[in-house]
């Protein structure tokens, strides 16, 4: 059976996509990610070792205990609202980076911004460039 | 080595966000965005020279080789950290993560590149930086320099 620490999971998606057995799921609606690990009996270790957190531990198996379920609530990006990272993998990816790569040129938060939002920004940027010399021609 | 986008000649057809994925079984690694009706920008990998999602991804699926940021599919568990860690959004999780990689393998190079009707794209930095000093030098000798 997997024991969860709940102060160590991200509630990112490793292990869901790992399990062999479908034993442990995931749903997920727009504003929050539930993740589920069933009663296990197989002898496999495959989301033990792929957990990014090590935050789960194989137990011996009782029937008493129940099924661990974590519900994660989604970080809304800071420009269009949408519901897109679980706080804990935000905040993993705040302590790996080098705090002068978590700011971009315009003091932007980045980390807190969705992927769709960031290529925009890039393309508003670029295409700044680009008008500044289109101006320089007429 | 990767793509340079010369943004003055993209007409925003989006043919190589189509060929992108035509190449890559349906699954595209490029986007092009519109700004305004002023520009259009095909947004893709950059392979940054310390690319973030090589730092966060914690069993070495992306890593650097050479220029290129590479992906191993067979070690990749498809957590997410990376498509998160990415300032330009252009890594995407899909059950895996998927980018561009430049084609790899690919006789004729980066199909991107190969398609564009426009030119706008090239793997070859002087090119692109030749084309922006001449754009600058005639803006310079039409006296538009203000």
Not at chain 1, 59 to 72: A, G, H, Q
Request: charged share 25%.
């Amino acid at each position: 059976m997997i024991k969860v620490d709940r102060n160590l999971c991200l509630g990112c998606l490793s292990c869901s996509n790992v399990c062999p057995s479908q034993n442990i799921t995931r749903s997920e609606s727009f504003e929050k990610r539930t993740i589920h690990w069933k009663r296990c009996k197989e002898e496999c270790d495959l989301c033990v070792e792929f957990c990014p957190a090590k935050a789960l531990t194989l137990v011996p198996f009782d029937e008493n205990v129940p099924e661990p379920e974590i519900t994660f609530d989604l970080v809304a990006c800071r420009i269009c609202g949408s519901h897109y990272a679980t706080e804990p993998m935000l905040r993993r990816i705040e302590s790996v980076l080098p705090a002068n790569l978590q700011k971009d040129s315009s003091d932007l938060e980045w980390i807190r911004i969705c992927p769709i939002c960031r290529r925009d920004i890039e393309a508003q940027k670029v295409t700044k460039q680009i008008m500044m010399t289109r101006s320089k021609s007429i | 080595m990767p793509v340079y986008i010369d943004i003055s000649r993209c007409i925003g057809c989006r043919s190589c966000e189509v060929a992108c994925q035509r190449v890559h079984g349906g699954k595209g690694h490029v986007n092009v965005h519109y700004v305004g009706d002023t520009a259009s920008v095909p947004i893709f990998c950059h392979h940054c020279e310390e690319a973030n999602c090589t730092l966060v991804c914690f069993t070495g699926a992306l890593h650097k080789e050479g220029e290129r940021t590479a992906f191993d599919v067979e070690k990749c568990t498809g957590c997410g950290l990376c498509r998160l860690a990415c300032p330009f959004g252009v890594v995407w999780t899909d059950k895996i993560a998927h980018k561009c990689d430049l084609c790899d393998g690919r006789e004729g190079g980066p199909t991107c590149i190969i398609t564009c009707p426009a030119n706008a794209l090239s793997t070859d930095f002087d090119l692109a930086s030749k084309r922006a000093r001449s754009r600058a030098a005639k803006a310079a000798a039409q006296g538009g320099r203000r």
